[in-house]
């Protein structure tokens, strides 16, 4: 039996999109659909009339703890609009009762996607190549030192999740080696081929590009601080795109700026929302924690929430 306009609050900021036919609108139907109302977040402050008939919260990077879950005493799901549930207490929607679930499908091909982009853009060196063109004319083409190539380089993943696996997948057709270091999970449950896990410092020194796509540790230093920084090649690249902290963001810029790596690309920064980029200098690409949107990130991510969402407040009203 389908819900009937079960009212859900969404996060402001997943209304803030501007996509081709009208976002907003977009969401409203796809939620209708789904046979819920949508609200914002912030409609809910100041108004616990509304805040006590919420049953479901659609949400972003806003943070769900006891405190926050004291407003809805009606609720029964959350879902994340993305990958990861670091900004959702877990724990304390388990003893309420409160389901939790997350949207990574379309983020993995997208986040993929982008990640294979960024290396090859690095590996290439066509961020600076148009700039090059513009300063030397047409003999800026036979100056290949910062381009180092695609095949027959070894691209180092730090994260063996979905998204790494799917690029390293997508670069090793390519003719990249790609070679894995992991904080946990083991080789056999992951697919990583035996050999393609290997330790930080051997990934580190042996890398053209590394991906950096670990998770943060709450209360752990940076997994990439200047020490592990040192260890890459003048030539490698540098690609932080999980989250903020998990990269030592001045250490890294201040490699770059003395030519220790060539390349940085930040999508992810220490303390979001970063107000503005860095100073730019060449090598440095960065991107405010958005380089794998696009209309089809946000659609596909909006349905499979909103799925998990109905899904979940389905069961629970079936619940005696």
Known sequence: MKMQSVPVAISDDLLRFRCSGGWSAFAA???TESGMRLHRLSETNGDPELAGRIRGLLLSSDPLGAEELERFPSLAAVARFGSGMDTVDV????ERGVAVDN???TV??????????????CLLDLPEKPARFEREGWESRYDLRRARGVSGTAVGFVGVGRIARRAAASLAALGVEPRFFSRAAA?????????GRVPLSELLAASDAVVVLSPPRAGSP??????????????ASLVAVS????????????ALGRGEIRHLVL????????????????????????????????????????GKLSSALATASNEP
């Open 267 to 306: 999508d992810v920064f220490e303390g979001e929302p970063r107000p503005a980029p860095h100073e730019s200098v060449t090598g440095l690409v960065q991107t405010p924690h958005s380089a794998a949107w696009g209309q089809a990130f946000a659609e596909g991510t909006l349905r499979e929430a909103l």
């Open 103 to 105: 949207a990574p499908s």
């Open 222 to 235: 940076a997994l990439l601080g200047e020490s592990e920084i040192a260890l890459m090649q003048d030539h």
């Open 29 to 31: 139907r796809e939620a």
């Open 243 to 254: 989250r903020g902290g998990v990269v030592d963001e001045r250490a890294a810029l201040e």
């Open 187 to 195: 080789d056999a449950e992951l697919g990583v081929k035996p050999g």
């Open 108 to 121: 993995c091909v997208e986040m993929a996607g982008m990640v294979v982009a960024q290396v090859l853009n």
């Open 91 to 94: 724990d304390a929607c388990a």
